[in-house]
C-alpha cells in the first residue's frame, strides 16, 4: 500500500522561500508519477506540479518560473517555491498518479488515487 507524506509547510512572508517534502513508502515501484496540488477553502483542488521519469514536469501556469518540483531518484519529491505570494496560501497535497493518462494529461485531482494529508503553506503580505 503506498503512502504519502508531506512536510515543510509553514507560515512566511511575501518573496519568501519554502521547500516541501513528500516521501513514498510501500510500493514506489506502482508510481508512474508524483503531483503536487493545493486547495484553500470553497475551491477546487488544483494542480500546481507534477514529475515522472524524474525529469519530464509541469507546472501550472500560475507558478511557473517561480516553483520547481524534482525527486531524489529514490522516494521523495520536492517542491522548491520561490517568491512567495499570498495567492499561493493554501493546503499543499502530494498526490501519485499510477497510469500513463493520469501521468500525462492536465493536472485533474480525481485522476489521483493516492494523495498524502497535507501541509499549510501561509504566505502574509
Known amino acids: 500500500q503506498v503512502q504519502l507524506m508531506e512536510s515543510g509547510g509553514g507560515s512566511v512572508h511575501a518573496g519568501d522561500s519554502l521547500k516541501l517534502s513528500c516521501e513514498v513508502s510501500?510500493?514506489?515501484?506502482?508510481?508512474?508519477?508524483l503531483a503536487w496540488f493545493r486547495q484553500v477553502p470553497g475551491k477546487e483542488r488544483e494542480g500546481v506540479a507534477r514529475i515522472r521519469e524524474h525529469s519530464l514536469v509541469l507546472y501550472a501556469a500560475a507558478v511557473d518560473g517561480r516553483f520547481y518540483i524534482s525527486d531524489d531518484y529514490d522516494n521523495r519529491v520536492y517542491l522548491q517555491m520561490n517568491s512567495l505570494r499570498p495567492e499561493d496560501t493554501a493546503v499543499y497535497y502530494c498526490?501519485?498518479?499510477?497510469?500513463?493518462?493520469?501521468?500525462?494529461?492536465?493536472?485533474?485531482?480525481?485522476?489521483?488515487?493516492?494523495w498524502g494529508q497535507g501541509t499549510q503553506v501561509t504566505v502574509s503580505s
Open positions: 510501500g510500493g514506489i515501484a506502482s508510481v508512474q508519477c
Open positions: 498526490a501519485a498518479g499510477l497510469d500513463r493518462r493520469t501521468c500525462t494529461e492536465e493536472m485533474t485531482a480525481h485522476l489521483y488515487p493516492l
